[in-house]
């Protein structure tokens, strides 16, 4: 599978740089998705506190797509 990763780049002080917007949201639409298909498989598995982190890590990428932070 290919890496979904942003590049880490920084300025020339050696602070980290935000990615485009973009690309933040390309990153959250993929972390939903991939959540939502990985807390399937472990609400399947009755895998019950991993179920409930996955489910909360693709709430928290779906608000940021509906409320932009």
Known sequence: MPSRSLPHTADSAG??????REA???TAQYIAQ??????GMAETAQL???TYF????Q?????YL???E
Not at 15 to 20: C, F, I, L, Q, R
Not at 59 to 63: I, N, V
């Open 34 to 39: 991939m959540a939502a298909e990985l807390s």
């Open 48 to 50: 019950g506190l991993l």
């Open 15 to 20: 602070k980290p740089e935000v990615p485009p």
């Open 59 to 63: 709430m928290e990428a779906e608000a």
């Open 24 to 26: 933040r949201e390309s």
């Open 54 to 57: 996955l489910k909360m890590a």
């Open 66 to 68: 509906r409320d932009g």
